[in-house]
């Protein structure tokens, strides 16, 4: 069935470093592939979204490219903050949303 | 819109009793999720409900629980008789479709001694 793999965590960075989280489908069809951030204390929000190949998802300094050719989705921002500490979920949504395991980030100053 | 809305936001409780978590999903959504996060499990979906009808309950864990949405605006999860392994942070999710993005509420946290 659809699911989803994402890099087990925890990450640690400084501030302003590159974030890479990677995330890798399975799918049968054309899934939707979404980030979702979850900040201490709150649910999951959404963080972006892709709903076909070669789509890129942005927003708030992070960007997703939906590549269909390597079955990815890999989560990126140029230069981390601290507010950025939370845990990303990696999700895909075909005929129902499944959910990776999610990869706790830690930015420190 | 003011979100998904869940309460209580904490709750503690003692072994055998009854729990009642509460949601209120955002107007004009159709799909309602009940979701438990917890260290060792990550995120599990507990049951989906379309325009209030329970469509998969496969995550329910036992016969311990149970969950209603008597209609659009409210959804009940309840564990009767409660037990610690039950401890946990149950979020409650409601979206356009069962393939939608979903808007997660604050989630309540459990916690049973």
């Known amino acids: 069935g659809d699911s989803v793999t994402q890099m087990e965590g925890p990450v640690t960075l400084s501030e302003e470093a590159f974030l890479t989280i990677n995330c890798t489908y399975t799918a049968t069809g054309y899934p939707s592939l979404f980030w979702y951030v979850q900040y201490p204390g709150e649910g999951l929000q959404l963080l972006l979204k892709?709903?076909?190949?070669?789509d890129k998802g942005s927003n708030k300094g992070f960007e997703a490219t939906y590549r269909k050719e390597t079955t990815s989705f890999h989560l990126e921002k140029g230069s981390v903050q601290v507010s950025d500490s939370a845990v990303y979920f990696c999700?895909?949504?075909?005929?129902?949303?499944?959910f990776g395991a999610g990869t706790r980030l830690t930015v420190k100053p | 819109d003011a979100g998904v809305i869940q309460s209580p936001r904490h709750e503690v409780t003692e072994m055998g009793q009854e729990v009642t978590l509460r949601c209120k999903p955002i107007?004009?959504?159709?799909?309602l999720f009940w979701y438990r996060q917890t260290m060792m499990r990550g995120l599990e979906l507990l049951i989906y409900?379309?325009?209030?009808?329970?469509?998969?309950d496969s995550g329910m864990p036992e016969d311990r629980f149970s969950a209603k949405m008597p209609n659009a605006s409210f959804s009940t999860l309840k564990i009767q008789p409660s037990e610690p392994r039950d401890s946990a942070v149950y979020f409650c999710?409601?979206?356009?479709?069962?393939?939608?993005?979903?808007?997660f509420g604050p989630g309540t946290r459990l916690t049973v001694t």
């Open positions: 999700a895909l949504s075909e005929h129902d949303m499944r």
């Open positions: 409900f379309n325009n209030n009808v329970p469509i998969d």
């Open positions: 999710a409601s979206s356009h479709g069962r393939s939608y993005e979903q808007y």
């Open positions: 107007s004009g959504h159709n799909s």
């Open positions: 892709a709903t076909k190949a070669d």
